[in-house]
């Protein structure tokens, strides 16, 4: 989401499912497996399919793995709960649901195309999973723009799942000082010099937006205090700043 660039990878093959990890000290993985069997049942719309439990427990081996600090299991569920908040704008909340699951499924900090790939993950397990072609191209569709967080005009599914994702950057002071730390462990590969003028300009680019969330909730609930946040992480990483 909000992250400093990252340098560019070569082209590769999709990853393929990883093991599931050793569960001990997660998150509610139980829960959020019922989550998922819930968004599956219900954006398959009567139709038949497999099992969702192999599904979601390949997607959360994913979201489990050791290269992330911040876009964890933890971060996903925090974008799910946020999009239960938001459901009401939503067109297809099943559709944005899903895009949620799968908008980080692959992620290595050190390479450019981690949404692109999360969009193939997603275009080739939902039909498998029993998720019509229509559905399936709206998540992939969601997980691509959350590259750029900018939803057009109109657009409601992409409006509630960059809002719910954005989220963070309106957190308290103790909450968003654990995020910005979670990013900066994420890039730990990269050196002190680089990574301050990296999330510097990626601070700037936010602070420019006319709008950092669309839906009325966001805009009222969200907007003020993650400015603030943004703005103060930004004064504390110019070379002027606080040391």
């Known amino acids: 989401m909000t992250d400093s660039p990252r340098p560019r990878?070569?082209?590769?093959?999709?990853?393929?499912?990883?093991?599931?990890?050793?569960?001990?000290?997660?998150?509610?993985?139980?829960?959020?497996?019922?989550?998922?069997?819930e968004t599956l049942l219900a954006a398959r719309a009567g139709a038949s399919g497999p099992d969702p439990?192999?599904?979601?427990?390949?997607?959360?081996?994913?979201?489990?793995?050791?290269?992330?600090?911040?876009?964890?299991?933890?971060?996903?569920t925090t974008v799910l709960d946020?999009?239960?908040?938001?459901?009401?704008?939503?067109?297809?909340?099943?559709?944005?649901?899903?895009?949620?699951?799968f908008h980080d499924a692959v992620y290595r900090p050190d390479r450019t195309e981690n949404e692109e790939r999360s969009a193939a993950l997603a275009e080739?397990?939902?039909?498998?999973?029993?998720?019509?072609?229509?559905?399936?191209?709206?998540?992939a569709r969601l997980v691509r723009l959350t590259v750029t967080h900018d939803p057009a005009e109109g657009d409601r599914n992409g409006e509630v799942l960059c809002d719910a994702d954005l989220a963070?950057?309106?957190?308290?002071?103790?909450?968003?000082?654990a995020y910005a730390a979670q990013v900066r462990e994420e890039y730990g590969f990269v050196p002190d010099e680089a990574f301050r003028a990296g999330r510097a300009a990626v601070l700037r680019q936010l602070l420019e937006l006319p709008r950092l969330f669309r839906t009325p909730y966001g805009a009222a609930e969200w907007e003020a205090r993650a400015r603030h946040?943004?703005?103060?992480?930004?004064?504390?990483?110019?070379?002027?700043?606080?040391?």
């Open 229 to 243: 946040n943004l703005a103060t992480e930004l004064e504390l990483l110019e070379p002027s700043g606080p040391q």
């Open 9 to 37: 990878d070569t082209p590769a093959d999709l990853p393929g499912p990883p093991d599931l990890p050793e569960l001990t000290g997660m998150p509610d993985l139980a829960g959020l497996s019922d989550r998922w069997r």
């Open 124 to 139: 080739r397990a939902l039909p498998e999973a029993g998720v019509g072609g229509a559905v399936t191209a709206e998540v």
């Open 168 to 177: 963070v950057l309106a957190g308290g002071p103790q909450e968003y000082a």
């Open 53 to 76: 439990l192999p599904y979601a427990e390949n997607l959360l081996a994913r979201w489990a793995e050791p290269q992330r600090r911040y876009h964890t299991t933890a971060h996903l």
């Open 82 to 101: 946020r999009i239960d908040t938001l459901a009401p704008y939503a067109d297809d909340v099943h559709a944005v649901r899903l895009a949620a699951w």
